[in-house]
């Protein structure tokens, strides 16, 4: 930075109460900003020319996308100061121009929900969500410009959660927690066969006592109703197929693009089922949400007729993805775990700034969610992958971490009900 303090590039549309077109800057966020002048820093407006009242309030303002260039220049500010975009922030209430502000290269980009939304924030790319502007300078100063959202490092860099818990239980002292657990080795151990992977006693215990103290659901992609019958807690959140299927003791959520789908993999199931009929080995399972096709058994002789059939079918509003000797036919929507917590945040009445999301998993799938997390949320990698890039923050290894960890995130809640109860 040169003279004077940190910049501030407010998006104004997003923060004025009605929107473009002469409105005006609420008195209730005029304040922030003027004591974030106050406090040093000097805050531009982005896009706000043709906003009339308020303006009084920033050093400068410049046109919409203006802030995007590489470095610009602060035409109304004192001294015709030149900023550079990776030593300024970005402060919006817009989910698209936050992602457009990462893209840009903001050396801190913020994400502004008074009340709700900061989950698709968090999911866009923002560093912190805040619920009032002035909630960027404590962000900034603790990540300062070194905090650039959220980016890949190597699995053999990630601390652990434990050796770390210090730090954890600081970073999440006096936040509402809301935990988003994986199923298959994350709590359970990795065994050759799914069908096989139970959880244990001790697990089953330390789940349910973490889900008396804060909002806990499990997110898999097996079928909602066969992760519902092994973890067996009725009091916890299910979303199953990836959270197309989410239910919980309230109820049941569904994606309204996995319900829209329905139809496409009821027929697809249909012709599938008639069209291998006479193909042995070939094992069509229909989940709610997905349709797999399973050639494990299918004698070598007969795999060229499988394929030639299965490509036959009509699979309109359907994706093929493939697995181990399976195909898996699923709802051609741009979905995946990360994408199911925001939406379940969000459901929950749980997307605001002061609700931390901590997730936990050991997958490629589960690095979505990670990434969704936004860097004010907790990824947490389970067990070992090996040295791959991952978006986690701490790990842990193997079931006894995994346990010592739902400890911590309970306990922390516990001593923050107050004094009295410890002694
Ligand atoms: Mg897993």
Not at 218 to 224: C, K, L, N, Q, S
Not at 327 to 347: N, Q, S
């Amino acid at each position: 930075m040169d003279e004077g303090g940190a910049v501030l590039v407010v998006e104004l549309a997003s923060v004025v109460d009605d929107g473009f077109g002469g409105g005006a800057l609420s008195p209730e966020l005029a304040a922030p900003f003027a004591e974030l002048r106050r406090r040093g820093w000097l805050v531009v407006a982005e896009g706000g020319a043709d906003i009339a009242e308020g303006l009084a309030e920033f050093d400068a303002v410049i046109p919409k996308g203006a802030a995007a260039e590489v470095e610009f220049e602060l035409r109304r500010a004192p001294r015709g100061r030149t900023v550079r975009v990776a030593e300024a922030a970005y402060l919006s209430g817009s989910p698209a121009s936050v992602a457009a502000a990462r893209r840009a290269g903001f050396g801190g980009v913020f994400g502004l929900a008074r009340r709700r939304g900061a989950a698709r924030l968090r999911a866009a790319g923002a560093d912190a969500v805040v619920a009032d502007p002035r909630g960027v300078d404590a962000a900034w100063r603790r990540g300062g410009s070194a905090s650039v959202g959220r980016r890949q490092r190597s699995v053999t860099t990630v601390p652990s959660a434990l050796a770390a818990s210090g730090a954890l239980a600081e970073r999440l002292a006096g936040k509402q927690k809301a935990v988003f657990l994986d199923y298959d080795g994350t709590l359970t151990p990795i065994v050759a066969d799914p069908e096989a992977a139970a959880l244990s006693p001790a697990m089953r215990h330390a789940v349910a006592e973490l889900a008396d103290q804060v909002f806990v659901a499990i997110v898999t992609g097996r079928d909602r109703r066969d992760i519902e019958e092994r973890v067996g807690l009725p009091q916890l959140y299910y979303a199953g197929n990836h959270g197309f299927d989410i239910a919980g003791p309230h109820g049941n959520l569904e994606h309204p693009g996995g319900v829209a789908a329905i139809p496409a993999l009821d027929a697809a199931e249909r012709e599938l089922r008639a069209a291998l009929a006479a193909i042995p080995g070939a094992v069509v399972e229909r989940k709610r949400y997905s349709l797999s096709l399973h050639y494990r058994l299918v004698p070598d002789s007969e795999l060229g007729a499988f394929f030639a059939r299965a490509r036959e079918v009509t699979r309109a509003g359907l994706r093929q993805g493939e697995g181990k000797k399976v195909i898996e036919l699923c709802p051609d929507v741009d979905w995946d775990k990360g994408r199911a917590m925001a939406w379940l945040l969000e459901e929950m009445d749980l997307d605001s700034a002061d609700v931390v999301p901590v997730f936990v998993g050991d997958d490629l799938t589960d690095e979505n969610a990670f990434a969704a997390l936004g860097g004010d949320g907790v990824a947490v990698l389970a067990g070992d992958p090996g040295d791959r890039f991952t978006y986690a923050d701490v790990r842990v290894m193997g079931e006894a971490e995994v346990m010592e960890l739902l400890g911590v995130l309970a306990g922390e809640m516990r001593s923050d009900e107050g004094a009295e109860r410890v002694r």
